[in-house]
């Protein structure tokens, strides 16, 4: 990675549009990455990102080693703008981390302690499968603590962790409450497991046909 492309991706990272704008005149590449494989465009201020994206800058690029595009990486703080600029550009919500299978929304569903609602509508509004399978077996950075996926879907993760609206958004966009990980466990097992309320329960215990599950 030459110097300036370095010095692209810490002025990226700090909000300094003034010496983003230089760099990239001078002939810096706004898809360069550091030998971590942290791109510049793995920044928190929409202004540097909008800018980078006019200046060529790949809205699907991946943000480190393990394979996860920026898209991911963004969905685990609260940085709902910068996530709409990237899908507004043409980042697929579905382009999956190459190591873990995780999405874009296995992201947003994953972290309790932010309100996700605006979050994953975004996702589903631009397409996100709620269907789509983690990679089973592998350690995912997702967690507070190590845990390893096990081919699990958004749903999965919603019925564990977040409040009831986010579940139904899930099911009318199509998340099937059927649907088993690697262990042959439901969305309805997770919620099981982590004392969910009964309104919770009772709405992952009916398929879409209407029909109770267990």
């Known amino acids: 990675m030459s110097t300036n492309s370095l010095q692209l991706k810490q002025a990226s990272f700090d909000g300094d549009i003034d010496t983003v ?16 494989g942290s ?54 919500p579905n382009r999956a981390c190459s190591i873990t299978g995780e999405t874009a929304l296995h992201g947003a569903v994953t972290n309790k302690e932010l309100d996700r609602t605006q979050l994953v ?10 269907n789509a399978k983690t990679k089973p077996g592998v350690t995912s950075e997702a967690f507070w603590r190590d845990a390893r996926t096990r081919a699990e879907t958004p749903l999965h993760r919603a019925a564990a962790y977040l ?45 879409k046909n209407g029909n109770k599950i267990a």
């Open 39 to 92: 791109g510049t465009l793995l920044t928190f201020h929409p202004e540097i990102i909008q800018f980078l994206l006019a200046r060529g800058a790949d809205p699907d690029i991946q943000t480190n080693e393990a394979g996860g595009p920026v898209l991911i990486g963004l969905t685990h703080g609260d940085h709902l703008e910068c996530i709409q600029l990237l899908l507004e550009s043409g980042a697929n």
């Open 163 to 207: 409040p009831i609206h986010i579940i139904e958004m899930l099911i009318t966009a199509g998340a099937d409450t059927t649907i088993r990980d690697i262990n042959g466990d439901s969305p309805l097992s997770w919620a099981s497991w982590h004392l969910r309320s009964r309104d919770i329960i009772d709405l992952l215990n009916v398929d």
């Open 21 to 36: 704008r230089q760099l990239l005149d001078a002939g810096a590449d706004p898809n360069s990455m550091d030998e971590y």
């Open 121 to 130: 509508k975004l996702l589903l509004d631009h397409g996100a499968d709620p």
